[in-house]
């Protein structure tokens, strides 16, 4: 994966359910793993933007529920982060696979209607009364997987991954 040889990007594999040992096979798909943050996905984002954040930025958070999601995206995310304060890749069921921040913006997190049709709606509310930018990629189904034989190919081979944190140093 090419992104992962680019100089100034790291990716970080969040886990849960299990040690870190039981994710041994996936290590080489991430630069590390730290443990799932604690709370509701809001106090999660939170505590891993601003984790990330303490690292550099801009930051990327993409769920790994969507397969669709390849390097290319990722880096049109990055490039947006660098003219606009958030991004958003939206789902049709109202929701988003990515979030990507330019500065930590906690306030984002507050006040969402957590995996309802209003998750995104929420979001985009908040930024409006912020003052924050915001770009859109291109929306992917909120469905990932082609058929029942490709789910099951994948929850065997998956251990319970949270989401991946994308982090971009900006460049001086």
């Not at 041994?24 to 984002?45: I, M, N, S, V």
């Not at 930051?59 to 995310?77: F, N």
Request: glycine letters at 12%; charged letters at 20%.
């Amino acid at each position: 994966m090419r992104l992962l040889a680019n100089p100034g990007r790291d990716i970080k594999g969040y886990f849960d359910g299990a040690p870190q040992e039981a994710f041994r096979d996936w290590h080489a798909l991430a630069d590390g793993w730290w443990p799932q943050p604690t709370g509701d996905l809001g106090e999660r984002l939170v505590a891993g933007f601003g984790r990330a954040f303490h690292l550099g930025g801009p930051v990327l958070a993409v769920g790994t529920d969507c397969l669709e999601i390849d390097a290319g995206l990722l880096l049109r995310a990055f490039e947006q982060l660098a003219h606009r304060d958030v991004v958003f890749g939206p789902t049709p069921d109202g929701g988003y696979y990515l979030i990507g921040l330019s500065a930590a913006r906690p306030d984002l997190f507050r006040s969402v209607r957590w995996s309802s049709p209003s998750t995104l709606d929420d979001h985009l509310h908040c930024c409006r009364e912020n003052g924050w930018s915001v770009s859109l990629l291109s929306t992917i189904a909120a469905e990932p997987f082609a058929s029942v034989e490709v789910e099951e190919f994948y929850l065997e081979r998956t251990p319970k991954t949270h989401g991946y944190l994308y982090r971009g140093v900006a460049t001086k």
